[in-house]
T-cell receptor, first 114, second 112 residues
Framework: DAMVIQNPRYQVTQFGKPVTLSCSQT?????MYWYQQKSSQAPKLLFH???????NEADTPDNFQSRRPNTSFCFLDIRSPGLGDAAMYLC?????????????FGPGTRLTVL | GESVGLHLPTLSVQEGDNSIINCAYS??????FIWYKQESGKGPQFIID?????DKRQGQRVTVLLNKTVKHLSLQIAATQPGDSAVYFC???????????FGAGTRLFVKA
């Protein structure tokens, strides 16, 4: 089945230690998104790629970076995680050239910062 | 500013009853709305969407109603089942681009 895969499902890191979260998709969608979701809150968009075009949200901290080496893969890099970065990180994809398409979400990676 | 919010944080219904989850949005220029279901430990799952040129759209056991006059969106679930227990988010696409703004979420409990 076509899907969005996130690895690992659970990630533990130390305060200030860089961490990378991975997302892959078999849907061949051209748009990929990263969301941050804290406990009992709504997902918050960090940034998205439209093909190779990176689009950062204005309020996304500089501590968060992303890479998309090809259509299938996208990475979220947190350069110096703080305690406030502990959250679920969701990757999503959508197809098409406009935003009127449903997004397909992965299961998320739960990040713990010690 | 833009915001999408929900009237009730939790909703408890009896199995077999109909559920109605409400949502208010503030951006009158928004033209696309989506309902997502998120089960524990999973990512959000698309349920149904509606464009601003419609006021009602039906899916399998679900109906979305849009009232642009009062900027209100609702999700109706018919014959609610235990498998419907989840958090439901309304989401707003204000520009037709790729930014989706999620509301706060309503947790639906289904009592057997």
């Amino acid at each position: 089945d076509a899907m969005v895969i996130q690895n690992p499902r659970y990630q533990v890191t130390q305060f200030g230690k860089p961490v990378t979260l991975s997302c892959s998709q078999t849907l061949n969608h051209n748009v990929m998104y990263w969301y941050q979701q804290k406990s009992s809150q709504a997902p918050k968009l960090l940034f998205h790629y439209y093909d190779k075009d990176f689009n950062n949200e204005a309020d996304t901290p500089d501590n968060f970076q992303s890479r998309r080496p090809n259509t299938s893969f996208c990475f979220l890099d947190i350069r110096s995680p703080g305690l406030g970065d502990a959250a679920m990180y969701l990757c999503a994809t959508s197809r098409g050239s406009i935003g009127y398409n449903e997004q397909f979400f992965g299961p998320g990676t739960r990040l713990t910062v010690l | 500013g833009e915001s999408v919010g929900l009237h009730l944080p939790t909703l408890s219904v009896q199995e077999g009853d109909n559920s109605i989850i409400n949502c208010a949005y503030s951006n009158s220029a928004s033209d696309y709305f989506i309902w997502y279901k998120q089960e524990s430990g999973k990512g959000p799952q698309f349920i149904i969407d509606i464009r601003s040129n419609m006021d009602k759209r039906q899916g399998q056991r679900v109906t979305v109603l849009l009232n642009k006059t009062v900027k209100h969106l609702s999700l109706q679930i018919a014959a609610t089942q235990p498998g419907d227990s989840a958090v439901y988010f309304c989401a707003e696409n204000p520009t037709g681009g790729f930014k989706t703004i999620f509301g706060a979420g309503t947790r639906l409990f289904v009592k057997a």
